[in-house]
């Protein structure tokens, strides 16, 4: 079997603060590392339960993130920018399975640590057919496209639920617990990894009960922006409609098109902010 693994970093644990997830600095290099125990303890519970063949799609950030000398032996590992699918870079239909690991809530979740949709500088909310999404439901377009199954999340309790909304089948890993932006109640590390360990077990071992995104289509996409400049920046894009000075949607049948033009307006996005 197959799996692909997109993996971000603020979903975990221990995880509450900027600083412990953006290098460089003393508690990023701590922080990298707990990451990448996770993203081992998900390919080995994989493994455990038939998993053959895993692409780890480093999706945080500047997307260099894991030591590739420390990733489990049998993955392989892509890095770097610019990605034309991001997060979801590297995934096809050969695949039978995608893992989120350490993912987080979105925009719209102002419970959940660290919430942010994509580019927290210009993104205020993102909805998918009128339900608020985070990064995992607007990934979930490519992985629906390729009629693959999300079988694994882990972060917080709000990352999952938005998630659900979407995936409903899948295996959910909940290694904290958020209190605020900058506070959540997180499982002790040696904990985290072995739930992660036995979530991905689980999740291969009833894989053939866990169906692609359960997303109706024609899929909408609705952004709403900080300000409207990025709203007027978007509408450049072919398919884009401006709904209110601060908000576009855009409307599809396929999946695949909604996520990449989703993730142009981003890298759009990007480029004014940084």
């Not at 985070?134 to 709000?158: K, M, Q, R």
């Given at each position: 079997?197959?799996?692909?693994?997109?993996?971000?970093?603020?979903?975990?644990?221990?995880v509450?603060?900027?600083?412990?997830?953006r290098g460089?600095?003393v508690?990023?290099?701590?922080?990298?590392g707990q990451?990448?125990?996770?993203?081992?303890?998900?390919?080995d519970?994989?493994l455990a339960?038939?998993?053959?063949?895993?692409l780890?799609?480093?999706?945080?950030?500047?997307?260099?993130?894991?030591?590739?000398?420390e990733?489990?032996?049998?993955a392989?590992?892509?890095?770097?920018?610019h990605?034309?699918?991001?997060?979801m870079?590297?995934?096809?239909?050969?695949?039978?399975?995608?893992?989120?690991?350490s993912y987080h809530?979105s925009?719209?979740?102002?419970?959940?640590?660290?919430?942010?949709?994509y580019?927290?500088?210009?993104?205020?909310?993102?909805r998918l057919?009128?339900?608020i999404?985070?990064?995992?439901?607007i990934n979930?377009?490519a992985?629906?496209?390729?009629?693959?199954?999300?079988?694994?999340?882990?972060?917080?309790?709000v990352?999952?639920?938005?998630?659900?909304?979407?995936?409903?089948?899948?295996?959910s890993?909940?290694v904290k617990?958020s209190v605020?932006h900058?506070?959540?109640?997180?499982?002790?590390?040696?904990?985290?990894?072995?739930l992660?360990?036995?979530?991905?077990r689980?999740?291969?071992?009833?894989l053939?009960?866990?169906r692609?995104?359960?997303?109706a289509?024609?899929a909408?996409?609705?952004?709403r922006?900080h300000n409207?400049?990025?709203?007027?920046?978007?509408?450049?894009?072919?398919?884009?409609?401006?709904?209110e000075e601060k908000?576009?949607?855009?409307?599809?049948d396929?999946?695949?098109?909604?996520?990449?033009?989703?993730?142009?307006?981003?890298l759009?996005?990007?480029?004014?902010?940084e």
């Amino acid at each position: 079997m197959k799996v692909f693994l997109s993996t971000d970093m603020e979903g975990t644990a221990g995880v509450v603060d900027w600083s412990q997830c953006r290098g460089p600095g003393v508690e990023y290099e701590y922080y990298r590392g707990q990451l990448q125990a996770e993203v081992n303890a998900a390919i080995d519970g994989a493994l455990a339960a038939g998993g053959t063949e895993f692409l780890v799609n480093d999706s945080h950030s500047t997307m260099q993130n894991l030591r590739p000398d420390e990733l489990h032996g049998r993955a392989s590992y892509l890095s770097g920018k610019h990605k034309p699918m991001y997060m979801m870079q590297g995934l096809d239909a050969s695949y039978d399975a995608v893992f989120f690991v350490s993912y987080h809530g979105s925009a719209g979740s102002t419970s959940s640590v660290l919430h942010h949709t994509y580019n927290p500088r210009a993104i205020a909310e993102v909805r998918l057919n009128g339900a608020i999404t985070g990064e995992a439901g607007i990934n979930a377009l490519a992985a629906l496209a390729y009629e693959v199954p999300v079988a694994l999340i882990s972060g917080d309790h709000v990352t999952i639920d938005e998630a659900q909304a979407f995936c409903p089948d899948i295996e959910s890993v909940v290694v904290k617990d958020s209190v605020s932006h900058n506070a959540a109640l997180s499982v002790h590390p040696e904990r985290a990894r072995e739930l992660i360990h036995d979530g991905a077990r689980r999740a291969l071992a009833r894989l053939t009960d866990i169906r692609p995104p359960s997303i109706a289509l024609p899929a909408e996409l609705t952004i709403r922006f900080h300000n409207g400049a990025y709203a007027e920046l978007a509408c450049r894009l072919r398919g884009v409609e401006r709904r209110e000075e601060k908000v576009v949607a855009l409307r599809n049948d396929d999946p695949l098109v909604v996520y990449q033009t989703f993730i142009a307006l981003v890298l759009l996005s990007r480029g004014v902010t940084e």
